[in-house]
């Protein structure tokens, strides 16, 4: 969901059952303030709150390769310390991230050897991990009716 703590969000807590939800946020402080609200209405509503994913958390120049925070450094992890949360993992700020999106082919189906595709295939493994293991359903019994 967008970021915030409106009528949508709590709508959508309170009506729809939710196994567990993921803060993301960029490391920049404004953006921390929100990612923290969400993850305490999360908790209030009883959602457990799986972790946190600093999103762009870096920008690597494709030609010299250095690395710069634009949106500065380590600012989910602070806010998973302050929660007591695990980050999940990082998604860096990358061009071929944003393309392969405009073209309707997430990273990680049009390039799932990058490096940007194993930083989603991580968190994805890390939000598993956290999920509850879902409830034993025998299986639905189907019956056709009589010709």
């Known amino acids: 969901m967008p970021p915030g703590t409106g009528d949508v969000q709590l709508s959508v807590s309170q009506n729809i059952p939710i196994?567990?939800?993921?803060?993301?946020?960029?490391?920049?402080?404004?953006?921390?303030?929100?990612?923290?609200?969400?993850?305490?209405?999360?908790?209030?509503?009883?959602?457990?709150?799986?972790?946190?994913?600093?999103?762009m958390s870096v920008f690597q120049c494709p030609k010299c390769r250095h690395k710069t925070h634009i949106f500065g450094a380590d600012g989910a992890r602070r806010l998973a310390r302050t929660l007591d949360l695990d980050v999940l993992g990082e998604v860096p700020l990358h061009l071929n991230i944003r393309e392969a999106s405009d073209t309707g082919q997430p990273i990680v189906f049009s390039?799932?050897?990058?490096?940007?595709?194993?930083?989603?295939?991580?968190?994805?493994?890390e939000v598993v991990k956290r999920l509850p293991s879902p409830p034993d359903h025998p299986p639905a019994s189907c019956s056709l009716p009589e010709a």
Do not use: C, W
């Open 111 to 125: 390039q799932p050897e990058s490096d940007e595709a194993k930083a989603y295939l991580r968190i994805a493994a």
């Open 19 to 55: 196994s567990g939800a993921v803060i993301v946020s960029t490391p920049q402080d404004i953006a921390l303030m929100d990612a923290h609200k969400g993850a305490e209405m999360f908790r209030k509503v009883h959602v457990p709150v799986l972790g946190l994913v600093q999103n």
